[in-house]
Every structure is written in structure tokens, then in C-alpha cells.
């Protein structure tokens, strides 16, 4: 099992950027794909992006598809979700994950017995 932690969230105007990172512990990540979901308030669970375990394949939703990048640095057993153009509707917990499964498998079929880390909140005021 992996160990993922979050962080890099926080308050930020619309317009901005934040960078998220996701470190992880317990096993090396390059055989793990890795994905950022997200909860907005009163809503469900849902997929931002994800990347292969090479990080040369990456998977977007269409709300986020041009403005958010997923990148991985194996070396440093860290992923990241770089965040611009941030809109009020982006507001939401953010949850890195993990998965031995493929990255495209995960961008439509997450599922509760993957890796995942406790989330951070981003909030992007109007």
C-alpha cells in the first residue's frame, strides 16, 4: 500500500494558479499510475486527471482539459497537479491517488481500494 499526502491547496482569486503535490510513501511510485479527483461541496467525487507510471500518458476531464497540468517526478516519489486559470466552480477537496491499474482504466473507473491520500482544499473566490 502507498502512503499519499497532499498539499499546496489553499485560497486563491479567480485567474490564479496553484500547484498541488502528492508524496508518497510506503513503495515507490513509478509502477503506480497516479490521478487528482476531486469533491466539490454537496457533489460527488470526481476525476480532474491522470497520469501512466511513465508520465507519458496523461488523461484530462474536459472541464479542466487547457488549464490544469498532471506531472510526475519518480525520482522524488512526488506527483503534481499545476493549476491555472482557476474558476469559482474548481472550488473543491482535492484527492491524489493511486493505482497499479492503467492510467485511462483510472481516469473512468477509480475505485475505493486504490491508494488515496486524505485530500486539500482549494477555494478560488470571484
Known amino acids: 500500500q502507498v502512503q499519499l499526502v497532499e498539499s499546496g491547496g489553499g485560497l486563491v482569486q479567480a485567474g490564479g494558479s496553484l500547484r498541488l503535490s502528492c508524496a508518497a510513501s510506503?513503495?515507490?511510485?513509478?509502477?503506480?499510475?497516479m490521478g487528482w479527483f476531486r469533491q466539490g461541496p454537496g457533489k460527488e467525487r470526481e476525476f480532474v486527471a491522470t497520469?501512466?507510471?511513465?508520465?507519458?500518458?496523461?488523461y484530462y476531464a474536459d472541464s479542466v482539459k487547457g488549464r490544469f497540468t498532471i506531472s510526475r517526478d519518480n525520482a522524488k516519489n512526488t506527483a503534481y497537479l499545476q493549476m491555472n486559470s482557476l474558476k469559482p466552480e474548481d472550488t473543491a477537496d482535492y484527492y491524489c491517488?493511486?493505482?497499479?491499474?492503467?492510467?485511462?482504466?483510472?481516469?473512468?473507473?477509480?475505485?475505493?481500494?486504490?491508494?488515496w491520500g486524505r485530500g486539500t482544499q482549494v477555494t478560488v473566490s470571484s
Open positions: 497520469i501512466s507510471w511513465s508520465g507519458s500518458l496523461t
Open positions: 510506503g513503495r515507490t511510485l513509478s509502477t503506480y499510475a
Open positions: 491517488a493511486a493505482t497499479k491499474r492503467t492510467a485511462r482504466e483510472f481516469s473512468i473507473t477509480p475505485r475505493r481500494s486504490d491508494d
